[in-house]
């Protein structure tokens, strides 16, 4: 147990090294009447961090990845090709930028399309390939506002395919957050497509708006502004085959925004080591005065709409979930942890298969072979005993 303290004591140094810096986040980088911010858990569902995560606000480019995720929605069921043709309409042609500027009856491929909509955030092609799909932009947003509905986004309303300034085209971080979950879990081999940070039309290289792809371990999603919302960006990233969604909305700058967002990933992901190790540690308390507004009561329940089942990629069975209850410096440390547990709790442990999963300098201590619903219940109970817990989905 002493060594275990030590390891904590350690993380928690290494984490509190950095939040003493102030940069003046909360004074001059964000507007109070726009901003907004989530950090989700992938797996599990879980609020990491929340400011402002279920006020309306304007999701700006942000809405294209409901419009992307439309498109491959069509393409899996065979009604939409890559090859098709998307054409420019007078009103795709007469969109406001961010464009690619084809003219009136010109046109480009899906693939293309697709391929513009993320890198170059385009306008004029969100209009264009809402009217090949639905025949019209304003049909379209229907369909858009249909699925947000089920998928769980229950303040959401779409009224164009792009994002432009409507006063009626509305979201939240947290609807956002959960629309970036349902884009992982169903189209993960597509998802790639957000890692894009250029890409090429008819010669021309056109480079993208998200400088935070070149962060590791941030692999998408989107980055989004007008003058009402301000600089939001949709974020997924994983580390050590963990995976958060981070939403921040309604930065002044571009470069406010994307610090931020990395301060509430690193943040995110040195919280859930020090819970592997034992203890807690708030991201808001990481974040210090790097936190744009200070911590409120609101309740950011996302239980009626992140999915029971977590599955993002792959095939798996009913034993494809682990509990991991600690992760430490030693592996004898984490086989002598398993053990404990198993012979304190024999009918909850004995059956489960005991694992040391290497992950950086740590060793992850782990129960193996459960459904979900038993995971879950498994790690309520390590909880209720005052014993951290983490629900982990092994994929194959």
């Known amino acids: 147990m002493a060594c275990r303290t030590g390891l904590v004591a350690l993380l928690m140094v290494q984490a509190l090294s950095w939040v003493c810096v102030t940069d003046a986040v909360a004074d001059s980088a964000f507007s109070p009447n726009k901003f907004a911010a989530i950090v989700v858990d992938a797996s599990s569902g879980e609020v990491f961090y929340s400011r402002q995560a279920a006020a309306v606000r304007y999701p700006a480019s942000l809405t294209k990845v409901m419009t992307l995720y439309l498109a491959f929605d069509a393409l899996d069921r065979g009604e939409l090709k890559l090859t098709d043709k998307v054409v420019i309409s007078p009103r795709a042609a007469a969109r406001p930028p961010s464009k690619l500027g084809l003219r009136s009856g010109e046109y480009l491929s899906v693939a293309e399309a697709l391929d513009v909509l993320v890198v170059k955030s385009a306008n004029d092609v969100a209009t264009a390939l809402a009217e090949k799909m639905a025949g019209s932009e304003a049909a ?12 769980g986004m229950q303040n959401t309303t779409f009224r164009n395919a792009s994002g432009l300034p409507d006063p009626r085209h509305v979201s939240t971080a947290l609807d956002l957050a959960i629309l970036g979950h ?16 250029e890409t090429v039309f008819r010669g021309t290289r056109i480079r993208g708006h998200n400088a935070l792809l070149r962060t590791p371990g941030v692999d998408g999603m989107k980055t989004g502004f007008i003058r009402a919302s301000g600089f939001n960006l949709l974020t997924s990233g994983v580390t050590d085959g963990h995976r958060f969604i981070a939403v921040v909305l309604g930065a002044n700058t571009a470069s406010a925004r994307d610090r931020f967002m990395r301060q509430l990933l690193r943040a995110s992901f040195t919280s859930l080591a020090v819970r592997f190790a034992g203890d807690t540690l708030p991201v808001a308390t990481l974040l210090g005065a790097r936190d744009p507004l200070p911590p409120s009561k609101e309740a950011v329940s996302i239980a009626r709409a992140w999915p029971a089942s977590t599955e993002l990629s792959g095939a798996c069975g009913a034993d494809c979930w682990s509990i991991q209850v600690g992760a430490f410096r030693y592996r004898d440390q984490g086989r002598r ?46 909880r209720s005993r005052a014993e951290a817990c983490l629900v982990v989905r092994v994929t194959h």
């Open 140 to 151: 379209f947003a229907k369909q858009m506002t249909a699925k947000a509905r089920q998928l």
């Open 337 to 382: 942890l398993l053990a404990d547990l198993a012979a304190r709790f024999p009918q909850r442990f004995a059956r489960a298969s005991q694992q040391i999963v290497p992950s950086g300098n740590l060793h992850q201590a782990r129960f193996a072979g459960f459904s979900e619903v038993a995971a879950q219940q498994a790690c309520e109970f390590v």
């Open 182 to 197: 349902a884009l992982l879990r169903d189209h993960p081999k597509r998802y790639a497509i957000f890692k894009q940070q």
